[in-house]
């Protein structure tokens, strides 16, 4: 039995001022802190807003936190796992017709199981990241529970759904008790902390600011924009040509170059890459209440029965009511219509404040 008062924590420290506070925070509650950071990208830009977590620049800014601190400091290069995993998803997903989300893949695929797997290697007792969010073992099922953070404005739980009752058991998220984004700056300043007013990355990592994620495509996969394709209604009426269906996703206005006959704007409706067919219509098109996913995460295990929840299909839209149905095909039935619900991404299902489960939208 170890002697220690309080155990050691693992600080995910991706150079960002919320893992700098984490850090700082563990530390001043007399907490054996050690910090590690993974570098998954190799960046070029300039700005840090479109720099990225754990890149060359955010090695050296969580460097700089752990020397102040005066904490052990590791840096893991995970860049081959990132791009075997994340990019190449990425690249996959878009030529396939679909929208993913990095940063969720990154969380499932690299982050969280190499940092649990350190966390054992070096003898700590529980992992900690800057994430907004919060854990509670509920007494009466002893399971986990996943909540959205206190202060709803800066809330993750949509991006860690995936996280079952083995790395909760793990993990902390000591931000997910604080009420904003502004406090937890605050406290970087009254700390000191290099980070305090670093700018959050406002972009993916492996994707430079010139460009977007297009210009990312054209030269990752070339070979996706080489064939002209086609803009057609949804009853097949040809409309103009398209410059590949990977560089559109759904719900999307801009760079569709077209209008409909009355006049009222087009928006992407469908894409077909076995065709190269973008499909184009009206916004009343983009309105639905069925969503059909797959890939799904249980939090608190699967229920037999349909559940009434709160569900979202993006991460900045408010949830909504619905009925969850957990069958061999598990689909949401929203209460009213969503907008422009895109395959590839994200839905999450909540009860109250916990996240009941979630899954990549297929249709």
């Known amino acids: 039995m170890s002697s220690r008062v309080k155990p050691t924590i693992l600080v995910a420290m991706s150079g960002g001022v919320d893992s700098a506070v984490v850090a700082a925070l563990l530390k001043k509650r007399g907490y054996d802190v050690v910090g ?23 090695v050296e800014d969580a460097r700089r936190v752990a020397r ?25 997903e878009y ?30 007792d529980k992992l900690a990241t800057g994430h907004y969010a919060r854990i ?19 809330d993750q ?15 902390m998220f000591p931000l997910g008790e604080l009420g904003s984004k502004a406090e937890t700056r605050r406290m970087a300043a009254e700390m ?16 430079s600011e010139a460009g977007g994620y297009v210009e990312f495509l054209k030269k990752e996969r070339p070979d996706l924009f080489e064939s002209k394709g086609e803009f057609v209604t949804p009853d097949g009426e040809r409309l103009g040509e398209n410059q590949g269906v990977a560089a559109f996703t759904v719900g999307q206005r801009r760079g569709i170059g077209l209008t409909a006959r009355d006049g009222r704007p ?20 983009l309105d639905q209440r069925q969503v059909q996913l797959e890939e799904m995460s249980w939090t608190n295990g699967r229920p037999s029965e349909p559940v009434r929840v709160k569900a979202k299909v993006r991460y900045n839209m408010e949830a909504m009511p619905a009925t969850l149905i957990p069958g061999e095909e598990p689909h949401l039935v929203f209460d009213h219509a969503v907008r422009a619900v895109t395959p590839g991404q994200i839905a999450v299902a909540y009860r109250g404040e916990t996240v009941v489960a979630g899954g990549t939208i297929r249709s």
């Open 36 to 58: 590690v950071t993974l570098q998954i990208w190799q960046e070029s830009q300039k700005d840090p807003r479109h720099a990225g977590c754990c890149s060359l620049g955010a």
């Open 68 to 92: 102040l601190l005066e904490i052990p400091h590791y840096v893991l290069n995970y860049k081959d796992q990132f791009r075997e995993t994340v990019i190449q998803n990425f690249i996959d």
């Open 95 to 124: 030529a396939a017709g679909r929208t993913p989300n990095p940063c969720v893949q990154c969380n499932k695929n690299v982050k969280f199981d190499s940092l649990l797997e350190k966390m054992e290697e070096l003898g700590c």
């Open 136 to 154: 509670r073992l509920d007494s009466r099922t002893g399971r986990y529970r996943l909540l959205r953070a206190r202060g709803g404005m800066k």
């Open 157 to 171: 739980s949509y991006v860690l759904y995936m996280l079952g009752q083995e790395h909760l058991s793990k993990v």
């Open 192 to 207: 000191g902390l290099p980070v305090a007013h670093k700018p959050d990355s406002q972009e993916i990592c492996f994707v």
């Open 266 to 285: 087009l928006y992407v409706l469908k894409l077909d890459p076995t065709q190269n067919r973008v499909v184009v219509g009206g916004s009343e098109r």
